[in-house]
């Protein structure tokens, strides 16, 4: 079947049209050379002041009736996230408190036994909700390691608070102003029983302290 010279021309006048129409739009929506893509940074950090609210729980072996009881703090804290999506994150929180260790029960005497530094690092895995805007919850489960330093007795000759693993839990939600900056709300509650010993008296003893601390956080939240 033969083509009509005209139709032909109308044709390939049409398929050019196309081609270089498609061509132009694409031009269109690619970002210029000069205009650089701009990706939010994966890292963030925050800034908070947390109160270490401990259970007051534990017991000396061998001794009924026995209890103790802790001092709980308010503390600087830094914590560092990294997202691996926009919703899965893995955070890591630094910071150091003491605890003063108290008597209680049959051993009330005692007062104040000793003192001891805490350094405890957890690591927790997050789960970011982005479907509210700016409010951003996340809910967190992780490991802490505790290591306990610079132990001083009181009413006991001397103390030694053994380092510890636990497992943390975690709620909170950013607010977050613009990209970079926002307020953090934080709730962890860390599942920590270290053994211990301690000489009183010139009598060795140990026991558990059952800390179980909440780490309740506020501060600012900057995502880079």
């Known amino acids: 079947?033969?083509?009509?010279?005209?139709?032909?021309?109308?044709?390939?006048?049409?398929?050019?049209?196309?081609?270089?129409?498609h061509a132009a739009l694409s031009a269109d929506l690619a970002p210029s050379a000069g205009a650089p893509m701009t990706t939010q940074s994966p890292w963030q950090v925050r800034l908070r002041a947390l109160?270490?609210?401990?259970?007051?729980?534990?017991?000396?072996?061998?001794?009924?009736?026995?209890?103790?009881?802790?001092?709980?703090?308010?503390?600087?804290?830094?914590?560092?996230?990294?997202?691996?999506t926009d919703n899965i994150s893995a955070e890591l929180i630094l910071g150091t408190t003491y605890?003063?260790?108290?008597?209680?029960?049959?051993?009330?005497?005692?007062?104040?036994i000793g003192k001891t530094w805490l350094l405890p690092p957890t690591l927790t895995l997050q789960y970011h909700?982005?479907?509210?805007?700016?409010?951003?919850?996340?809910?967190g489960a992780g490991v802490n390691y505790t290591?306990?330093?610079?132990?001083?007795?009181?009413?006991?000759?001397?103390?030694?608070?053994?380092?510890?693993?636990?497992v943390a839990l975690q709620a909170g939600?950013?607010?977050?102003?613009?990209?970079?900056?926002?307020?953090n709300l934080d709730v962890k509650k860390i599942f920590l029983r270290p053994d211990f010993d301690a000489t009183v008296g010139g009598a060795d003893v140990s026991g558990k302290?059952?800390?179980?601390?909440?780490?309740?956080g506020a501060g600012v939240t900057y995502r880079f």
């Open 1 to 21: 079947m033969k083509h009509h010279p005209l139709r032909l021309r109308g044709i390939f006048a049409a398929i050019v049209f196309a081609s270089f129409g």
């Open 51 to 84: 109160g270490v609210i401990t259970r007051d729980n534990g017991s000396v072996d061998g001794i009924p009736g026995s209890g103790l009881f802790y001092s709980d703090t308010v503390i600087p804290e830094v914590d560092i996230s990294y997202f691996f």
């Open 99 to 112: 605890a003063n260790v108290h008597g209680e029960g049959s051993i009330a005497g005692l007062g104040e």
């Open 129 to 139: 909700f982005t479907d509210f805007g700016a409010f951003q919850p996340y809910l």
């Open 147 to 166: 290591v306990f330093y610079n132990q001083s007795g009181k009413s006991a000759d001397s103390l030694d608070v053994k380092n510890t693993f636990g």
């Open 173 to 183: 939600f950013d607010y977050m102003f613009d990209e970079h900056w926002g307020a």
């Open 209 to 216: 302290a059952k800390l179980d601390p909440w780490l309740i």
